[in-house]
Nanobody, 129 residues
Framework: EVQLVESGGGLVQAGGSLRLSCTASEATFDDVAMGWFRQAPGKEREGVSCITWNGGSTYYADSVKGRFTISRDNAKNTLYLQMNSLKPEDTAMYYC??????????????????????WGQGTLVTVSS
């Protein structure tokens, strides 16, 4: 079973930046699309961004487009999320996971899901106003 460990969260003021990392325990990481999700207190978990296995395509939720950038380094089995211009509404626990499209007919542009529905410990991002 692949273990995913998220890190890089913290407390930042609005307008600031953070870079999240997600490190996988196995080399099979580079065979799959990966995504970031977040869950704010009292809200459902939502998809933030995802990236195809080779980094060739990236997708973003409308709420983070233009502010967040997803990337991956398959040689290091690591996924990243650069978050700029952070807003208080970005406050949440952030998780990474291998992903599949919600609808294979639409591809990742139609949204993505964690098919295994298992989650790591996440990393907490808190943005103060």
């Amino acid at each position: 079973e692949v273990q995913l460990v998220e890190s890089g969260g913290g407390l930042v003021q609005a307008g600031g930046s953070l870079r999240l990392s997600c490190t996988a325990s196995e080399a099979t990481f580079d065979d799959v699309a990966m995504g970031w999700f977040r869950q704010a207190p009292g809200k459902e978990r939502e998809g933030v961004s995802c990236i195809t296995w080779n980094g060739g395509s990236t997708y973003y939720a409308d709420s983070v487009k233009g502010r967040f950038t997803i990337s991956r380094d398959n040689a290091k089995n690591t996924l990243y999320l650069q978050m700029n211009s952070l807003k208080p509404e970005d406050t949440a626990m952030y998780y990474c996971a291998a992903v599949l499209p919600l609808d294979t007919r639409l591809g990742y542009g139609g949204g993505w899901r964690n098919p295994f529905d298992t989650w790591g410990q996440g990393t907490l991002v808190t943005v103060s106003s």
